[in-house]
């Protein structure tokens, strides 16, 4: 495979991570009329739980600060969990909410482009599947983004990574108990939180805080969880949760356009370091 120049790779790149974004969420052609009207919070609606992936909004702070402003490689040492797959055992909360971890883990290794790290998070993530009983066929895009990183072919990691993921969701969404997907939804979004409130946090400006804001997101996270089984539900990592999300909510509910305040992005990543140091600590 020829490599492509590194500004040709990370264009396109950012063009696929938006591409999969409208893949994920959906989108309809605009007319004039849509186009002028006044958006309406209150008839929003939720299209259902898919991953969230932490890369769109890594995107969003590499176009609204200066190029190389940010260290993505000292993100990942500062937030990245230290995770051993072979201690985990429990197939309905701590093995979900782990790889959900490791997952967010990998967007941010890709983006980071350190080899040795994506490695890691594939390995993990290969061996956490496995242990929810997805079989080593399904997992051979794992080995494509160890392979493909250790060629420096940083799209092919991206775009492996990014289905590898959905094979995963596809997988273990056709379970009858839901509460494996949407555990590894939140501890995935969660990490991904940590990651963005740091790297605001770190260059905190009024406009760059409100790329974080998505409490419609939150709150269907919340009505997932508190649709899981009571017995789910009273797991202490699960309780956790359901305590910190309205919390979340609060602190991400702020105008279209308005600021979260520091204190407040601060408070969100101490939410999210809690949620995730449970979920891994807690095989």
Avoid at 118 to 127: F, G, L, P, R, S
Avoid at 140 to 163: C, H, I, N, T
């Amino acid at each position: 495979m020829a490599l492509l120049p590194k500004f040709a790779t990370d264009s396109l790149m950012k063009a696929l991570s938006l591409a999969l974004c409208m893949a994920q969420f959906g989108s309809a052609p605009l007319s004039a009329a849509d186009d002028k009207a006044g958006f309406d919070p209150s008839k929003a609606e939720s299209a259902g739980l898919g991953l969230p992936t932490p890369y769109d909004k890594f995107l969003a702070i590499d176009m609204a600060l200066p190029k190389g402003k940010v260290s993505w490689a000292k993100a990942y040492v500062a937030i990245a969990q230290d995770v051993d797959p072979d201690k985990f055992s429990d197939k309905q909360v701590g093995i979900p909410m782990a790889l959900g971890v490791r997952i967010a883990d990998g967007v941010m290794a890709v983006k980071a482009k350190d080899a040795e790290k994506v490695k890691k998070c594939a390995d993990d993530i290969e061996k956490l599947a496995k242990k929810m009983g997805i079989g080593d066929g399904d997992l051979k895009r794992a080995r494509d983004v160890r392979d493909a990183s250790q060629r420096g072919e940083w799209l092919k990691v991206f775009m492996d990574l990014a289905f590898l993921q959905q094979d995963i969701m596809n997988l273990i969404s056709k379970k009858k108990d839901a509460s494996e997907t949407v555990l590894l939804i939140v501890a995935g979004w969660m990490q991904g939180a940590r990651y963005t409130g740091h790297v605001i946090s770190e260059n905190y400006n009024p406009e760059l805080s409100n790329i974080l804001r998505e409490p419609k997101l939150a709150e269907a996270l919340l009505e997932a969880v508190k649709k899981l089984p009571a017995d789910v539900q009273s797991n202490p990592q699960v309780a956790r949760v359901l305590d910190s999300l309205p919390k979340v909510i609060t602190i991400l509910n702020v105008g279209l356009n308005a600021p979260i305040a520091k204190e407040k992005v601060a408070e969100l990543e101490n939410i999210a370091t809690q949620i995730v140091n449970a979920a891994v600590l807690k095989k």
